[in-house]
């Protein structure tokens, strides 16, 4: 696995039971995954040469993230090695321009958007989409948030134009909710759906995962997960994609961003699913029969653990341990920082607001916010 | 953690969600526990030097098998490094002797013995418990079934004598079945007791693990649980400890052996469990709050791998996960030899025949018994 955050440490944790020998390309020893791996290539993942020597011997490539310049992709590929997923589809996580041609192609619903050249062009895709505001975001290298602009005006529409990038113009959807559809796809083909889970963003990061969706129709749930598995096959995608959905107030489900790793939406799974999200994406990339993507409680909360003000988490996380015995902690051996994420916390459970008081109650304790 | 088995490799996996940094002492990298850790001290459990390498910075030191000598155990804690559980409290998992006479003084219910110098020592003795056959043990060094016989008549209790070890007798229970009760304890004397399962043994083995055992009355279960309990805090244990028990015809409950570390008989809570018997003896040996020991389903069945005659299980492990979805494998990394445990499988669910039957059958696909 290309990158060394917690998604790779987790990954790392389910590739144990697997039996699978698995190693890390990692750009420090002092990074989350790069901690707890035992094969650990030291490297740059914009470097075709340290990619070449982590990719050797490696039955399959597969990634935390979407960094990788799509040329070295091509390049590891032209090497014959097996990249999963590969440059072709890993190209529509990594471009959100490329992502918006191909949905509109496959005919999958999303926000209304358009390629813009400088802000005259904004204003004018304002006027058409019903008026500011209107979103912007960097086709390329956003994530929680960052690369994303909600502008008012053609001024303010001026900022994104700063960096030389391209820039996608989206309207400003009405949304009532964020939900998420994680689907895995194998190259065979096969493909399993998690149960929608809602998704409360604050600030642009993801702070908490209610696992399934409180109140979404059966109807509605199905739709997601068509678009989804719909999605994964018309794209070709192997391993776990999350489709970050808008759900409007008039009824509709609309494809916010995706991601073909796995995704802080489905970090629930480790703990409520009989199959964990990292399970079957390692499954997947090597080829194996899929696990029961199937939730093991009525009501599973995640609640991302942001890091505060104190540093040093130790004594939290024994109160949190101590108060709670049926807390799941998981924390990523990263350095406290205000706002970056170092761990989350599961509980499941028969009564979604227990669960969620729990969860809530003890990330809140970690991160400081409240000390009782 | 000293020793680089498969109980090491499952202790690291519950280690990374803990943010906890895991090092093992291992005779070489192709072990277990070796191949997946990060940190990775190669050398000997019975070089006191290599031992104090490996506790080098170590918070903690903790134990995957009872095979460190109790002497060299003592020297660590005279050097001032924190060993858990301490020498003291191991000893009478490493010394059967030992342990007889502990659980003699804490009044906890045995299996009639005795220590015997030799055969005739041993006639007397099955005198005094109704006859042969008797059990002879090693007080050393004996696991799955090594170090132990049942022997019929003077001639053959001849044989354990010959390595010139102490021997111990005891009377053979006329058992009904064995079960174990788990417990883990930590320093600050908090305690947790798993559900009492059943263990079924093929050859002095573990074969399969049912948690809860099946028609276990609350009473006898709630018994067993008090008397590990029991032991685990009159020994001073810290950590997980494994009490094997009979259960006999009569509705006795005999204490069989003690365990100080995971245990076979508790790898069902890898998935069964709110929290692993990894988890919580980890949170134990750091003297962490401990966390909820109770089943997430209401059975659980547990199934080792064992090495058949195939040296190669790819097709097989392919099979399993196509088969069954839901079947949770877990594989340790090591060459299969015939008898040796080279992994388990876990099923959860409501029907237990269901559960027994899917269990078994990946175990036995697995090691070739069955081909379809």
């Known amino acids: 696995m290309v990158g060394g955050g917690q ?3 987790m990954t790392h944790q389910a590739a144990i039971p697997l039996g699978a020998r698995f190693r890390v390309l990692a750009a420090s020893p002092s990074e989350s995954a790069a901690q707890v791996v035992g094969d650990v290539v030291l490297g740059n993942e914009d470097d075709l040469a340290d990619l070449r020597r982590f990719a050797q011997d490696c ?8 960094q990788v310049p799509t040329a070295l992709l091509r390049a590891l590929e032209a090497d014959g090695v097996v990249v999963r997923p590969s440059s072709r589809a890993l190209v529509h996580a990594q471009d959100k321009g490329v992502m918006r041609a191909a ?3 496959i005919g999958v619903p999303c926000p209304r958007n358009r390629i813009v050249a400088d802000p005259a062009e904004v204003a004018a895709f304002a006027a058409e989409v ?6 912007l975001k960097t086709t390329r290298g956003g994530y929680d948030g960052k690369g994303v602009w909600i502008v008012r005006d053609e001024d303010e529409a001026a900022v994104p134009f700063a960096a030389g990038v391209p820039v996608l113009a989206e309207e400003k959807v009405d949304f009532t909710r964020e939900l998420a559809a994680c689907v895995v796809r194998s190259p065979h083909g096969q493909a399993v759906a998690y149960p929608v889970v809602e998704s409360i963003q604050v600030d642009g990061v993801c702070r908490e995962v209610i696992a399934p969706a409180p109140d979404l129709s059966e109807e509605r749930a199905v739709e997601a997960q068509r678009i989804a598995l719909s ?3 018309e794209l070709d995608v192997t391993g776990h994609l999350a489709v970050e959905l808008f759900e409007t107030a008039d009824g509709r489900i609309l494809v916010n961003e995706l991601a073909m790793r796995p995704h ?3 970090h629930w799974s480790i703990d409520g699913a009989v199959t964990s999200q990292f399970e079957n994406h390692l499954r997947a990339v090597l080829d194996l029969p899929l696990g029961d993507p199937r939730a093991r409680a009525p009501w599973t909360v995640m609640v991302n653990v942001l890091g ?5 988490m130790y004594r939290p996380y024994l109160h949190v341990m101590a108060r709670d015995p049926g807390v799941k902690v998981h924390m990523y051996g990263k350095d406290v920082k205000p706002g970056r994420k170092v761990g989350h916390v599961t509980v499941c459970g028969d009564d979604l607001a227990d669960v969620r008081e729990r969860a809530r109650h003890a990330a809140d304790y ?3 916010d409240i000390t009782e």
């Open 366 to 368: 970690l991160r400081g």
């Open 231 to 233: 999605i994964a096959g």
């Open 7 to 9: 998604l790779a440490r």
């Open 308 to 312: 505060g003000d104190y540093p040093d």
């Open 130 to 135: 019903g008026g500011w505001p209107v979103v």
């Open 264 to 266: 802080n939406s489905g």
């Open 59 to 66: 039955a399959v490539v597969t990634f935390d993230h979407e």
């Open 103 to 105: 949905l509109a192609e």
